[in-house]
């Protein structure tokens, strides 16, 4: 049939505007997202690799990023950087994105990778415009093998070598109640991911404190061979003394090229704890400065008081002074210290003060008037070359005698007073 020239022309118009669209539309076999997965069965804590791969009709914009999903008992991560190829499939040109993802799963048995969102960007052909893509990386299920012989509670590491170290700061020995200890244990393995190896144990006898800080982890690949590092610290505080022991640390790993557990145990640490001494009391609080100001106002205060006031305060002194210290009580104490001293001239001097403080009537008795008389025979008369020195114990004695006598007719007289409201005898 022959077509008309006018609509010849229409359909080739329309091919032409129809060109970039077809271009643009991915083949039936050209999925965006897909998964490689190129074993599928592994041992519990052994890398399992796992590749996604994004597909684009032009060149990547940006880096494309996942929602790495949680899954029970196991740890998905990404390794390394993608790698960037083309493929040919039919007449179409495909850009390719591929990243590597590693499972180590301490779960056996069937584990299942869900799926998760991947979000990336890439250009229409060489030139054209951006397109964003929010794709799902399809799910997977695997397969876990484990070794025989292993215990469900043990975490697993599966590599062909495992290095351990640890260092003590200080070192552990003889120590006192309230020192703190730090260990640090590291750990570095061929083909695990640093995530991947086993956390230290908390366990310690009572008596001991454990903390345990945030590990740092590494991944390396270097020539193809990927390697990962941990590094635990760990915080010993010794709470009480006497002789306390950590238990020792076992790591254990399968070798999954000749299918045996490798083992290593870090030895027992003990220490010798010593009481630590009785802290000193704390100083007194310094005084406040509100306290210090009003100590020094109440001096300054009582000195202008004493300042103002000096002629009545000294008047008040001496007449209470006196009161407390009469004439006799006085010359009476001057003269038994003369007497005990021996001292005559002080003697005769204290015997008239006393003397003088007494009423005109008074006699003393017939024994102080001796001791008195003698005194002044010894002063005033006439004495041989070989007399002896005045004694005053004579004085001294006959002298107490008659105050204790002066002392005991006074209460008698205070005794015989007549009661001042004498009460009325019905």
Known sequence: ????????????????????????????????????????????????????????????????????????????????????????????????????????????????????????????????????????VPATDLQIKRPPGLPESVFLVTTGKLAISETWTPEPGSAKQGDVFRRTIAQTAQQTSGMALAPPPTTAPEGISVYVGKPTVDDKTQRGEFSGTRSDTITYMLKVAGTLTIPGIKYIWWNPKSEEFGTKTLPPVTFEVAAAPKPAPPPPPPPSRMRIVLIAFLCIALLGLVVWQFDRIQSWTMTVWQRLNPADRVAARHLIRACHRNDATAAEAAWADWQNTQPASYQPSAELFAAAAELHRMRYGQRGEGSAAWQGQALAQAFRKAIDSQSARRCDRQRSLPALNPRAVE
């Open 1 to 136: 049939m022959k077509v008309p020239r006018g609509m010849t022309f229409g359909l080739a118009v329309i091919a032409l505007w129809a060109m970039p669209f077809a271009a643009g539309a991915p083949a039936a076999d050209g999925d965006p997202v897909s998964i490689d997965v190129p074993d599928k069965e592994a041992w519990m804590g052994q890398r399992l690799p796992i590749f996604v791969k994004l597909r684009g009709n032009g060149p990547f914009v940006g880096a494309a990023s996942f929602s790495i999903p949680e899954i029970p008992r196991a740890l998905l991560v990404k390794v390394g950087s993608p790698v960037v190829s083309s493929e040919e499939k039919g007449d179409t040109s495909w850009f390719m994105q591929t990243h590597e993802f590693a499972l180590f799963s301490q779960a056996a048995g069937k584990v299942t990778v869900p799926a998760f969102e991947v979000r990336f960007t890439h250009r229409d052909g060489f030139t054209g415009p951006q397109q964003e893509h929010v794709e799902q």
